[in-house]
């Protein structure tokens, strides 16, 4: 399994002006590469293949006059970049083929300067010193925070400048899974019910909506209306626009450290673990502030991270059709006389027929754990 790993790190000026300029060569690459094969297809030439297009963009562009100052950046980075684009054609012209699954995907556009940059480097353009220090070709060395060590040699690693200003390098390394020791199935294994009143709800516990969004949705909008209020070019923009991103910034990373938290939580306490598939975009798409609560949820990371830690320490997963009427079914008789409809999501208890009383986020989970139980067994089964 390959996992990334990052690190704070720390550049002088130079370095810093080094690696804007490494930035902006690796973005020149990748529109030379996309305009000159736009070019050729529009003139109705063959495709341009890969080493031929390196070629083109890179080799013999350093030896013309309006791009010899390409010679600057390191070449495993320009080559890098250009690889992005191969990988951005070729995942377009397999969702063209049928080959790809998933939502649509869009041929690629022209890179833009924007807050975020990156720049990856493959094993011949970075080594790491005996002293902790980082080495980057044409960059020099670079104060690395180790916050852990690395479990192994990293195959690639990517610096990376965020919209505040902080740099980070992102290793990429290869690891093997590290199960667990086994729980009791029957008394570990829990359904999760997502939602917004409360986060998650598993077997026996709540996870409160953190909401770090709303908390510091007051400050953003004050942030923005002084942004709109500066003019374009001056200081004062520049420093409104900082402090924009430091907020968003601010709001991203709690947001990724308790995802991150609670998923370990959950992987550690529970043998097998049953999600239910929400289609996360189509409920981002609601109106109102129904859409900015469920972004500010980001279900979409937390399903992700879940399922690659569950998958990395032996525990079980299984996600459930999100069709499955977990929140209507009555736990008790089985029988569909839920509250039903949007309309009805402000009933948080309700009485079945049968004359049983269920709490819906709790009945939510009992049915979700009963439905992957079946699941699971029935994936067993075919084995």
């Known amino acids: 399994m390959k996992l990334r790993y990052n690190y704070r790190i720390h550049l002088n000026r130079d370095q810093q002006q080094a690696l804007a300029r490494f930035f902006g060569c690796a973005r020149v690459v990748y529109n030379d590469g996309l305009r000159t094969r736009n070019e050729a297809y529009k003139r109705g030439e063959p495709f341009i293949t890969d080493a031929q297009l390196q070629k083109r963009v890179i080799t013999m562009a350093k030896k013309t006059s309006e791009r010899e100052w390409l010679k600057e950046a390191p070449s495993v980075a320009l080559v890098q970049s250009l690889g992005d684009l191969h990988a951005a054609y070729r995942n377009f012209f397999a969702w063209r083929r049928g080959d790809r699954k998933g939502p649509k995907v869009n041929p690629p556009k022209p890179k833009k300067k924007a807050g975020r940059q990156s720049l990856r480097f493959t094993r011949n353009g970075f080594v790491l010193r005996g002293s902790g220090r980082l080495f980057i070709a044409k960059l020099g060395d670079v104060v690395v925070r180790w916050s852990r060590p690395l479990p192994s040699e990293p195959s690639s690693v990517t610096i990376i400048k965020d919209p505040t200003g902080r740099y980070f390098?992102?290793?990429?390394?290869?690891?093997?899974?590290?199960?667990?020791?086994?729980?009791?199935?029957?008394?570990?294994?829990?359904?999760?019910?997502?939602?917004?009143?409360?986060?998650?709800?598993?077997?026996?516990?709540?996870?409160?909506?953190?909401?770090?969004?709303?908390?510091?949705?007051?400050?953003?909008?004050?942030?923005?209306?002084?942004?709109?209020?500066?003019?374009?070019?001056?200081?004062?923009?520049?420093?409104?626009?900082?402090?924009?991103?430091?907020?968003?910034?601010?709001?991203?990373?709690?947001?990724?450290?308790?995802?991150?938290?609670?998923?370990?939580?959950?992987?550690?306490?529970?043998?097998?673990?049953?999600?239910?598939?929400?289609?996360?975009?189509?409920?981002?798409?609601?109106?109102?502030?129904?859409?900015?609560?469920?972004?500010?949820?980001?279900?979409?990371?937390?399903?992700?991270?879940?399922?690659?830690?569950?998958?990395?320490?032996?525990?079980?997963?299984?996600?459930?059709?999100?069709?499955?009427?977990?929140?209507?079914?009555?736990?008790?008789?089985?029988?569909?006389?839920?509250?039903?409809?949007?309309?009805?999501?402000?009933?948080?208890?309700?009485?079945?027929?049968?004359?049983?009383?269920?709490?819906?986020?709790?009945?939510?989970?009992?049915?979700?754990?009963?439905?992957?139980?079946?699941?699971?067994?029935?994936?067993?089964?075919?084995?």
Not at 186 to 210: C, F, M, N, Q, W
Not at 224 to 252: C, P
Request: glycine fraction near 8%.
């Open 169 to 383: 390098a992102s290793f990429v390394i290869e690891t093997e899974d590290q199960p667990l020791p086994e729980l009791d199935l029957e008394d570990t294994d829990t359904g999760i019910d997502l939602g917004l009143s409360s986060y998650a709800v598993l077997r026996g516990r709540k996870i409160t909506s953190p909401k770090f969004f709303r908390r510091e949705e007051r400050k953003l909008r004050r942030a923005q209306r002084k942004l709109t209020r500066t003019q374009k070019g001056s200081n004062n923009r520049r420093e409104a626009k900082l402090a924009v991103a430091k907020i968003h910034t601010r709001i991203a990373d709690r947001r990724r450290d308790f995802i991150e938290q609670e998923t370990t939580r959950i992987v550690r306490e529970s043998q097998a673990v049953y999600l239910e598939d929400l289609n996360v975009k189509g409920m981002g798409n609601s109106r109102g502030k129904l859409g900015k609560s469920v972004y500010d949820q980001s279900f979409g990371v937390f399903a992700r991270v879940l399922e690659t830690k569950c998958h990395r320490y032996g525990r079980g997963f299984r996600k459930v059709d999100r069709w499955f009427p977990s929140t209507q079914l009555c736990s008790h008789c089985g029988e569909l006389t839920g509250p039903k409809g949007r309309q009805q999501l402000s009933v948080r208890v309700w009485t079945c027929t049968c004359g049983a009383m269920h709490d819906r986020d709790q009945n939510a989970e009992y049915n979700l754990r009963a439905e992957g139980r079946r699941i699971l067994a029935a994936g067993s089964a075919e084995r």
